[in-house]
């Protein structure tokens, strides 16, 4: 299990507790609202992907912990939460070839059928695409490690096309096992598109934990959390024809960011917006930016001893008026992170959670927009599980 997304989560968790600092409630405390407390039984346990919304407002996610089967704590869950509050695990996963840790955000197509991944199960417990029916039949529709050079362990979400086809990224696996970015089709075939090599001479980077995005060219973006030029993560592009490139490679602090840990974000413009997890002024992550030109810029350095927030893991959300919204996993006012807004050039934090708070701390997931309010979920916090908690969702108005 060492180096999956939740042994990191934990270690940065762990990391953090030991400079909690006692500060009073926060000031947005009335705009936040729990809507669930995840237990660590059979409603799952320890979210950390996004959360995302059908046309109706219903919310899904995952839960890579937690579910019928409680032996090793469970092999996770999907789950649905209506606009009246209603909690339904849609699906407990069994393990085996069933598949079991899912950690990546779903994608619904326009049938209403859900698809995501596991990081591993399936045929040759190196991960699975499955899709989630809506009348609740769940189907493992690929299993990865199926040839020499396939992917193995896929740790985030898909993206798909107008086709249909699914895109998305792998830990490890690929020819030079460092990791891949594949191409699932509506026919039920895997391609892989581009295999990552973590040598010093390839400079393309390697260590993909985080998803994709795709504009109208089926162009995919993405970021690796090592390699590039200085070894310390990069932006990529893959063009439909092959072709691949890396936009940016991080050289660290104090001038830029370093570690890359969640997705990117794309405006009409073109240009992409994104957060580190460490680098910048202050060694506490940041957010940039990667003009259409290809010019990076740091937007903002976030801070360990400031009320900011530190440690940002999660993608950015890019609102209507073209502000940018996010979390930091850690620190800010009360110690267990933040969730902000970034308007041009002005930082203001929304909320700040509270560090061993039964309202959620931890924040690893990112923010989810739903007729003017964003949802959220917590890694830790909350009611009824050992120690502090096994996280929560929450909704807040900004």
Do not use: W
Not at 93 to 113: C, I, Q, R, T
Not at 161 to 171: A, P, V
Not at 372 to 384: I, L, Q
Request: glycine letters at 18%; charged letters at 15%; aromatic letters at 10%.
């Amino acid at each position: 299990m060492a180096g999956f997304r939740e042994t990191l989560k934990l270690v940065i968790l762990c990391a953090g507790l030991s400079a909690a600092v006692t500060f009073p409630l926060s000031a947005t405390a009335k705009d936040y609202k729990v809507l669930h407390y995840f237990k660590g039984g059979d409603d799952g346990a320890h979210p950390q992907g996004d959360l995302i919304a059908d046309p109706t407002g219903n919310l899904y996610g995952v839960t890579p912990l937690g579910g019928t089967k409680h032996s090793k704590g469970g092999n996770g869950v999907v789950f649905k939460l209506a606009p009246d509050g209603t909690y339904t695990v849609l699906y407990a996963f069994k393990g085996g070839s069933d598949g079991y840790l899912p950690f990546g955000d779903l994608v619904l197509d326009l049938a209403g059928n859900l698809y995501g991944t596991t990081s591993q199960g399936g045929d040759f417990d190196e991960g699975t695409i499955y899709r989630l029916a809506s009348d609740g039949t769940k189907t493992v529709v690929y299993s990865f490690g199926a040839f020499a050079g396939d992917g193995r362990r896929p740790q985030a979400g898909l993206v798909t096309d107008k086709s249909g086809n699914l895109y998305g990224t792998t830990f490890e696996g690929g020819a030079f096992q460092s990791g891949t970015v594949f191409k699932f089709t509506q026919a039920g075939k895997e391609k892989i598109l581009y295999s990552f090599c973590a040598l010093a001479e390839c400079a393309d980077g390697a260590i993909l934990p985080t998803g994709l995005i795709i504009d109208k060219d089926k162009s995919l973006y993405g970021t690796t959390s090592s390699g590039g030029a200085f070894g310390k993560g990069t932006v990529f592009k893959l063009l439909a024809d092959g072709s691949y490139m890396v936009l940016h490679s991080f050289a660290g602090a104090p001038t830029d960011g370093e570690v890359p840990d969640a997705g990117l974000r794309m405006d009409k413009a073109g240009n992409l917006y994104g957060t580190t997890q460490i680098g910048g002024a202050s060694n506490a992550g940041t957010i940039f930016k990667i003009a259409s030109d290809g010019t990076e810029s740091v937007l903002h350095s976030f801070c360990f001893s400031c009320s900011d927030g530190a440690l940002p893991h999660s993608s950015l959300l890019l609102d209507n008026q073209g502000d940018l919204v996010g979390t930091a996993s850690q620190n800010g006012q009360l110690g267990g992170g933040t969730a902000f807004r970034l308007a041009s050039g002005s930082f203001t934090v929304l909320h700040a959670f509270e560090l061993h708070s039964v309202d959620g701390f931890l924040v690893s997931a990112g923010l989810t927009s739903v007729n003017g309010r964003f949802y959220g979920t917590t890694t830790s916090g909350g009611k009824g599980c050992r120690g502090d908690g096994c996280g929560v969702m929450f909704e807040l108005k900004p």
